[in-house]
């Protein structure tokens, strides 16, 4: 990595610490009941229903974001990424009622969708010899900054100030990241600045079945995550009987295994393909979402929140992603664009889903949907490199 570089990197990562604030501030169960009374949801599913809008925001972007990075450069997505989440944060702190801050999290969405397309992209174009790692570190400060979520709550609640000051210095900080980003230096890649519009790349991509599974994945990998970090507390809380001040101890295990995932993780992909872990992983979270489901205890909340945060969200996204763009490395920020397409659907269909179900209905339905991502991960798996190939003598 050229050390020029290194500010951006930073800027990059850090943006994604916040951004780990901003994807689970409204799956916390403290502050999930204070905003269902503030937005009189009557419970704390509906808070669910508005973190589900943080998909559709991104489904909305995401067509627009990818090739637009391809385009004109990283350093303009990374800026209007900035730019929207501080509204975001500003909006759901303030929100009267649903209807506001649904408006608010669809601004989330489309903040993540630009720093997204701009950001996977870049840190593997600046880390170009270990792209798998260069994603995975995204993950590694979205789960430090979640791992220390508790902690931030305890702090706002130990100074006797609203559990919504996170995310007005979450906004703060955000704003300050975007206007640095302005100064700091990026990459020219080749080919930037005649990216052809989104539909038409996708008509000259030549897709086959193994990487529509890829995509696909995109969709399966986040079911298993965001279904758990959404919902989950209030399993442990209201079917394993965690006491409400004890649940968010949860977001400690979870963000704890996704850590130990990224370092492991990194150090095997060095050894082994990265594609492997595609199958493997989802295959241990839906042993382990069985047990959850059948024990039902305390005990095997917290087992199940740090396996299912290293299994689950210990870079399964992300690996898919560094996979895809090293498939189609002329149109990197449209085929991320794809992936996240497919994690934003997934985002806003299955947590809408949620928010009137039960849950114990909503371990069942992650259970389904993570079993069927080993299905994809295996047939990609057994096709990989004969992909590989073709993408290599099309160069």
Known sequence: MNKKYLPSVVILYLNYFIHGIGASILSQQVVKELLAEQWGTGDVMGVTAIAAALGLGRLISLPFAGPLSDKLGRRISVIIGCMSYVIFFVGIAFSPNTQVAYLAAILGGIANSFLDTATYPAVAE??????????????????????????????????????????????????????????????????????????????????????????????????????????????????????????????????????????????????????????????????MLVLVYVTKTPFICYVGAFVIGYAAAGGVLQMATAVVNDLFPKIKGTITSLVMIASSLCNYTILSAASKMSAENVIVMNLVITVIGVLLAIFVNMRYQTLLEKTETAQ
């Open 126 to 287: 600046i880390i170009n010899k270990y792209t798998g790692i260069a994603t995975m570190g995204i993950k590694f400060f979205i789960s430090v900054s979640q791992l220390l979520m508790p902690f931030f709550l305890g702090v706002v609640a130990g100074t006797s100030m609203s559990y919504l000051t996170l995310p007005l210095v979450a906004g703060i900080a955000i704003a300050v990241l975007g206007v640095l980003s302005i100064f700091a230096p990026f990459p020219t890649i080749e080919g930037t600045g005649k990216s052809e519009s989104f539909f038409n790349n996708l008509k000259n991509a030549n897709f086959s079945l193994e990487s529509i599974a890829l995509i696909l994945i995109g969709f399966t990998s986040t079911a298993t995550f965001q279904l758990w970090l959404n919902c989950a507390q209030t399993f442990g809380k209201e079917v394993a009987g965690i006491a409400s001040e004890e649940v968010s101890v949860m977001q400690t295990y979870y963000s704890a295994g996704t850590m130990v995932a990224l370092v492991v993780t990194s150090i095997l992909i060095t050894k082994f393909k990265q594609v492997r872990f595609l199958a493997i992983y989802p295959a241990i979270s839906t042993v």
